[in-house]
């Protein structure tokens, strides 16, 4: 009887990694109740001692009195402080073992030593010894988030955990535990699928919340359904520069479902946003196709009226120029919640770039931002010039680059002194930025040098005029033009 051919099966094509190469691998140890050996009394031994009773373990620490610096003594009563030097005898029994050591002979027994106890250690500020490796750490336990660099760069992971702990509510502690608590009720209760997804996605989504949970919240939570409507946030992306969002904004983007974004929003904003949220262009710029605002608003609406959180990203601040009191009123009239998470405008983002006050009490005692343009393209035509005219008001022409020679001749015509400072600026806070600084006599004329499309400002009055360092009042037209 013939034998079968045995079939080789080879696979036409290796699956990606899902992981990439990591320089450690992030564990979380369990130390309540458990026996850690500290050995050295100096202040970097004191920081890990503290977190490690933080963590619940039992320490002993060995230093002579004379080793132990101010702040381990005032540790006396939470660990256990042995006046001798250290023996291998110690570390027996230990769940992990911390020393503070600096000669590598001694360094290297310690580790050996260890080994042999069978327990995992760490030589303080020496990665070459450490078999574990403290990392950076953001608390808000029972959620705990841990920063490795491999001990590389460690002042690069604490600057790492301090933009994290900005984006951390404090309350998403009471919210962790909160989960903790219910979760057997969940898992009891709602069926594994949609449903119980659901319910955590909802306790996640009030966690990022101002407000930390209510007695209530405990099993009333569990019971209530999830919302018929969703709900919309107005975000103010800012000018384009990602770290002038607020700190607000960049929550909002990580819980949104769907964000409807302005042409001007940069992508450096967009890449902070939750990786699974739908985006969708609706912006307007000047010489392109636009959406119509009342497609803007019933697209909120109909995402709103599915359950979704709407984020609808707007450049700028949403209150100023943004259309956002027609936007809420109809989202109101339907009954959908909505909120403003404001953002930093680009008048302002520009007096900090060049480091001029808009309100510089020697000769500007108001700021306005004005409308560069109509519904229809144009100037408005209920604008008081007389009023704009007068230089020690700091006027910023918001959407002006078109109507700037219009709005230069009206300046003259109300009185304005053709050597008034002016400021043109476009795509501000951006790497591509571009400034002209001049008077209003030139403006028009250098005006001719930046694009139709891009979003552009038109700032004139007295206090720009000022040096940016000195605050030196005034230069005169020569000296600006010499320094274009």
């Not at 600057?159 to 009891?188: F, G, N, Y």
Request: with cysteine; hydrophobic share 45%; charged share 20%.
């Amino acid at each position: 009887m013939a034998r079968s051919a045995s079939i080789e099966l080879v696979p036409t094509q290796r699956l990606p990694d899902r992981m990439a190469p990591l320089a450690v691998l992030p564990l979380f140890l369990d130390l309540r109740g458990k026996r850690a050996v500290v050995i050295g009394g100096s202040e970097p031994a004191c920081w890990k001692i503290e977190l490690l009773a933080a963590a619940g373990a039992q320490v002993d620490v060995y230093a002579p009195v004379a080793d132990r610096c101010s702040e381990l003594e005032a540790l006396a009563d939470r660990v256990n402080l042995i006046d001798r030097h250290w023996c291998a005898a110690d570390l027996q029994g230990a769940a992990f073992a911390v020393a503070d050591i600096e000669h590598d002979d001694e360094a290297k027994a310690f580790v050996e030593a260890a080994h042999a106890a069978g327990v995992p250690s760490n030589v303080i500020d020496k990665p070459e010894f450490c078999q574990l490796q403290f990392g950076a750490i953001v608390n808000r336990s029972p959620l705990v988030l841990g920063i490795s660099t491999a001990g590389a760069a460690p002042i690069l992971g604490q600057a790492v955990r301090r933009r994290i702990e900005m984006l951390l509510p404090r309350t998403l502690s009471d919210w962790a535990q909160l989960a903790a608590t219910i979760r057997p009720k969940v898992m009891a209760r709602l069926p594994a699928g949609p449903l119980r997804r659901a319910f955590w996605e909802r306790l996640a989504e009030q966690a990022f919340g101002p407000a930390a949970p209510e007695a209530e919240d405990h099993d009333a939570a569990l019971l209530a359904p999830a919302p018929s409507h969703g709900r919309v946030t107005l975000v103010g992306a800012g000018p384009g520069d990602a770290d002038l969002l607020t700190i607000k904004a960049v929550r909002a983007l990580q819980s949104a479902d769907v964000i409807l974004f302005d042409d001007l929003v940069s992508g450096e904003v967009l890449e902070l946003a939750r990786r699974e949220a739908k985006r969708m262009l609706v912006g307007k710029r000047a010489g392109r196709d636009s959406c119509r605002q009342e497609d803007i608003n019933q697209t909120m609406l109909k995402l709103a009226q599915q359950g979704k959180h709407v984020v609808r990203l707007k450049s700028g601040d949403p209150m100023i120029f943004g259309r956002a009191g027609e936007e809420i009123a109809m989202l109101e009239q339907h009954g959908i919640s909505v909120s403003v998470v404001p953002g930093i405008s680009a008048a302002l983002a520009l007096a900090s770039g060049l480091g001029i006050s808009l309100t510089h009490r020697d000769c500007a005692q108001a700021v306005r931002f004005v409308t560069g343009h109509s519904r229809k393209g144009v100037l408005p035509d209920n604008l008081d010039w007389r009023s704009l005219a007068d230089p020690a008001t700091t006027n910023i022409y918001y959407m002006s680059r078109r109507t700037l020679p219009d709005i230069v001749q009206r300046l003259l015509d109300g009185g304005m002194a053709p050597t008034t400072p002016a400021v043109i600026a476009s795509d501000i806070s951006l790497p591509n930025q571009k400034t002209w600084r001049g008077t209003i006599a030139d403006s028009t004329t250098a005006a001719t040098d930046f694009d139709l499309s891009s979003p552009t400002l038109f700032a004139v009055g007295t206090a720009l005029g000022l040096k940016a360092a000195s605050e030196v009042y005034y230069e005169q037209p020569a000296a600006l033009a010499a320094s274009r």
